[in-house]
């Protein structure tokens, strides 16, 4: 077993963009490239473990942007094809939680990326400042990928905050989460039947019970709870409050002075820790006072310590010495209950070892071919969403993707003061009932809700509900279909499916006594290279074909058609598929021919051809 406080705090990189560009607006779109790797951590001294990590580290590298300037992130898949522990498909989906982004770009948990493939993600940053994170969202395997490394913060910053609270240095991450050890340092994985899976070593940024040496003066802490189960209470040694200053959303109307405050998986919360009060050599322990249904070990009481040093006292920047009191208003927290057009309530409990939401399970998603909502609101509505926990031995962190929204009251009670800011994640203890304030602002689309016990949501505790569109009608923002993964080193040239602003590129100029090299284009007469990658039919189930086409030509538009060339039959038309922009193409249906089908022929409209043998297991 590690020893606590005898590593130093790392504070991850922050990742750099591979480019910047100014659009026709003005405004900055930043590129940027991660990939997703199998590597190894020095965790348990002496030992290394095997992770999955963002560009191979645990957590992943810090993202800062910005308001108002754009992310383009290309995310490689180059995983392993299955986790070399647990031998499930290492297929991902990345979600920037507490992003208002597309459906498409939402890492929706059905929207998987492929060993060898990128999904080019946008994300706009309007929002005001908060803490946000990426983490990986495949549909079932959630908990194990991101107890397995797949995790990093994402900071957007703005004018009011830059002008708040500490900056740079004085601005630190803190991913906690907990794991246990085999003998050899690799990750141990028990999730209890999956009810929730507890560590007896806690991680503060990937170390074991770190130190932190500190100024005298006031420090700014981003606590991200990146645990897959376990929540914790947090208090310092000394009994002291903390000033807490954001909450999920970003900041709060006014700082709250609390002594403690609980905190489950995926909630952040941005505190301030006045150290000038203590002097040079003083430890301050920030230590876990636990909650009901957590599992608890010799250590898991202890989270980190702060080393207050004699060092000369950088103040720079704001709230160096001086605590600040107001801070911001913002769209959640200005609502008020009369402005609800309905209010909804939905009861999580377990059924027969299967964990729903409202009486919904995922699994009714996907059979219903993403169609089953759990609640339509129209665009800009605001609701009340009242949530019961009386099932009894769990409590619940319940996440709504796309929207931040206020806490009204807990068992009729005011909420607590620390969570008094806008949220997009609520603790649902142990009988509790949260109403819960929202408006459904900014996209229309599909988008999920679930429990962030992450065996809980993997078993199968998520459903989906729908913002002014009718899951009947097409759906251009389609959170599946709108924007596919491409092969590893395409860089896509236009994205038909995006209704974010695009940027255009600045034009090509020359120096004085220079000319412009002349544009030519390829011949039009020429056949392109189709290629099927994927081709499966479970009979009374699902038939997927899926493909590539290799064009150097000027068409513009292109489509695959499919045939059955099973052996013993006349070949015959199956269905068509259009070849995006970046030559893929695909086709899906649901359950498919009545009869087997054992061949499949691809047709370009583009004039290649492929066959293929289908996979009916």
Known sequence: MPKPYQQALTIPPVLKPKSTVIGSDGKKTHLYQIEQTAGMASIVPGLKTPILGYNGSFPGPTIKVNQGERIKLEMDNVLPLFHPQWGYRLDTSTHLHGSASLPQFDGYANDITGRGMCKDYEYPNFQPARTLWYHDHAVHNTAQSVYSGLAGQYHLHDEVEQNLLPQGQF??????????????????????????????????????WPSMKVQRRIYRFRILNASISRSYRFQLSTGDPVTMVGTDGGLMPSARQVTSWRQAGAERYEILIDFSKYPAGKRVELRNLSNKNN???????RIMAFDVTGDPVDTSGPAARVMPTLLAGSTAMNLTPSQSVKTRQMRLKRDNDIWTIGGMTWDEVIK???????????????????????SGGWFHPLHIHLVDFQILSRNGQPPFAFERGPKDVVYVGEGETVRLLMKFEHNRGRYMIHCHNLPHEDHDMMAQFSVGYNPNDPDPNDPIEAVKPHPIGQVPTTDGASTQPTETAAPVTTEPGQTAAPVTTEPTVQKDVVAITTARHRLNKDITFAGTSKYTGTATAASVVLYDVTPGRAASRIGAATINPLGIWSWTAKPGPSRKITAVRADSSRGGTATSTVRTS
Do not use: C, Q
């Open 171 to 208: 601005d630190v991450p803190l991913t906690i989460s907990d794991a246990m050890f085999a003998r050899n340092g690799a990750l141990g994985y028990n999730d209890n039947t999956h009810s929730g899976l507890w560590g007896d070593v806690i991680l503060v940024n990937g170390a074991p």
């Open 295 to 301: 599992v608890d070990y010799d250590n898991t009481g």
């Open 368 to 390: 219903s071919g993403y169609k089953k909502v759990l609640a339509d609101p129209d665009l800009n509505d605001v609701e009340i969403w009242e949530v019961e926990n009386s």
